[in-house]
């Protein structure tokens, strides 16, 4: 029996910075009420997908000085709040956000973000949350199968793509160069990677003090694709690869490298492979569009995003290497309260964070709800929709789309206008969020279908008001 902690006597409010539960309950109910407005008012697209007061004047909007400075907050301010709050911010399920990558997300990943912000079990360590680690465990193990790596696979999950392609790079120089943990980078090593690969890898080499000028571009396709018959003329050169990467996909355009062919030189010359599937790896769920990811499963590592296409809010993001024992190598430290006797069960050894969310339970509540399945039909409808847009598009007289899609992010152009002007004139219209990008120096407009409300009519609307604007 556990010790009888109520026999101390206090009454049920307790002292200062317990929980009122009543309390606690009516508000629960309150933002369940506002949410539930929120998200029916956006998928219908009833609002504007965003809105830009200037930061002042939200401010005062939102009263934030006063609270800050004098609390006060009652569950019927608050109901005010919140409504302000939801109203100001951006719409991610509204069928007009078709701006960046960051996932629309799903009801029951939005659960598992409530327990945790009520729970906070931080699942670095097995003690302080045994739950939440296993769960943690256990998604990363279906990950791995998914990417057909072996039971031999190792994962973690982490705060977003970038610290995951960051902890993806260092199990590789721990490979390459095991004693630079300790005695700092030789000057020799180098990264290959296509320029468009993202920012976050290059940003890496700079962390990981290889430098950025260690990153030697790959040739690639006028789309920016990796050659793969020009891999040997990339390579001439005299530093020794950390790894080589590939994109599954690029974020600015969409499109896949062939991994396989990659994946076989890069086996053949013994390089690590690592595969960037923040984005595209949420393919593997579709039967339709897995050949995307052929050869990913001889990748030496792998990133892949929840918080894109599976649904989740920011941040669960894996990494995921074909042998646990190369993620392990990545850190060595030391730190005596928390790393001692067998820490089978602990991630803490596998990430740059000391204490991190509880990421495992919303990509599990996610798949418990709907099944892979039912993920892997919610890409294969995306990547649908976004062929369908660029169909239209491209009948169209003055729209220009540089290439086919291959997934839910297509890029074009209107005319022969300034096309960040459009962008923009939208966003203040609160019409449509679009992002752009450049390609081969021309700048771009570029849509992410990711919202379910998103459909034929919505793009339809959106290529009539680019042609009415440009
Ligand atoms: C989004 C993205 C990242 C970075 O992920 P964050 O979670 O935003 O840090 C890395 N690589 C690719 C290909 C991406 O699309």
């Not at 509880?358 to 409808?381: I, P």
């Amino acid at each position: 029996m556990p010790h009888n902690f109520r026999s101390h006597g206090e009454e049920r409010h307790g002292p200062v910075g317990r929980w009122d539960i009543e309390e606690f309950t009516k508000v629960a109910e309150v933002t369940t009420e506002q949410l539930a407005a929120y998200v029916d008012d956006s998928q219908r697209g009833l609002v504007p997908v965003l809105r830009r007061r200037p930061p002042k004047e939200l401010e005062v909007r939102m009263d934030l000085r006063r609270y800050i400075r004098e609390g006060g907050m009652t569950a019927d301010s608050y109901r005010d709040f919140l409504r302000t709050y939801l109203a100001e911010g951006t719409r991610l399920h509204h069928p007009a956000y078709l701006a960046h990558q960051d996932a629309s997300p799903d009801f029951p990943a939005a659960l598992a973000d409530f327990i945790h912000g009520a729970t906070n079990n931080p699942t670095a360590i097995y003690e302080m949350g045994a739950a939440g680690t296993t769960v943690e465990f256990a998604v990363l193990e279906w990950m791995l199968e998914r990417v057909g790596f072996g039971a031999d696979g190792g994962g973690v999950l982490t705060h977003g793509g970038s610290l995951a392609n960051l902890t993806a790079l260092l199990a590789a120089r721990a490979a390459v160069a095991p004693d630079a943990w300790a005695d700092g980078n030789p000057a020799d090593l180098a990264l290959f990677a296509p320029p468009s690969a993202h920012y976050s890898l290059t940003r890496a080499t700079g962390i990981l003090g290889l430098g950025t000028n260690c990153v030697v571009p790959l040739a690639v396709d006028d789309l920016g694709r990796i050659d793969v018959a020009r891999l040997p003329e990339s390579l001439e050169h005299d530093r020794r690869p950390i790894a080589l990467v590939a994109n599954a996909c690029a974020t600015g355009t969409g499109l896949y490298d062939d991994l396989r062919g990659v994946g076989e030189f890069c086996r053949d010359h013994g390089i690590w492979f690592h595969v960037d599937g923040a984005h595209g790896a949420s393919a593997l769920l579709s039967d339709e569009h897995r050949r995307l990811l052929d050869g990913i499963e001889l990748a030496d590592s792998v990133i892949w995003d929840a918080h894109k296409m599976l649904r989740t809010s920011s941040l669960a993001a894996a990494v995921l290497t074909r042998r646990h024992a190369d993620l392990d190598a990545a850190f060595q430290q030391e730190g005596s309260y928390l790393f001692y006797g067998d820490q089978r069960f602990d991630l803490i050894g596998r990430t740059v964070e000391g204490t991190k969310a509880e990421q495992g339970l919303k990509l599990f509540l996610n798949l418990a709800w709907r099944g892979e399945r039912g993920l892997g039909d919610y890409v294969a409808r995306q990547y649908a929709t976004a062929h369908r847009f660029w169909e239209l598009a491209r009948k169209r007289p003055g729209f220009e789309c540089p290439y086919e899609p291959e997934s839910n992010i297509v890029c074009f152009r209107y005319g022969t206008a300034d096309q960040a002007v459009i962008r923009e004139r939208m966003m203040d219209e609160g019409s449509f969020h679009l992002s752009s990008t450049d390609l081969g120096g021309n700048r771009y407009l570029r849509i992410t279908v990711i919202a379910p409300a998103t459909d034929e009519r919505t793009l339809t609307a959106l290529l009539d008001h680019i042609a009415e604007i440009g």
